[in-house]
């Protein structure tokens, strides 16, 4: 019995196209988000993360997303829209990753990714 050790997105024999596949699919299904209004809990989590009014709203991953990028992006939507869109992207990247390492074949992983995307 041969056992084959492979990282589950290396680039040999095409290993990485569901994980590539998925990220498109995540960043491209989210793409209207980059002209479309904020809703009211976006402006209101980076209105705190900016001092602007009280109260810290949110779980504590949301408290620490804003409290790490209101320094770099400030109100700027578009710049914080964008790390959205790559952290949601990286996520089903992440999911096609774990389906590798529980045994999923190829296109089932591409399919648990492309499910996470939706």
Known sequence: MQTTSRHPLSLRDGAALPGLIAFAAAVCGR????????SGSDWSRLAAAAGLEGGAPGWPLERLYWAL?????GLNADAH????LGLHGL????VVAIGARA???RRRRTLAGLVWAV
């Open 31 to 38: 793409l209207p988000a980059l002209g479309a209004w904020w």
């Open 69 to 73: 990028t209101w320094p770099l992006f």
């Open 81 to 84: 829209a964008f790390i959205r």
């Open 91 to 94: 996520a089903a990247v992440l």
């Open 103 to 105: 045994g999923l074949g």
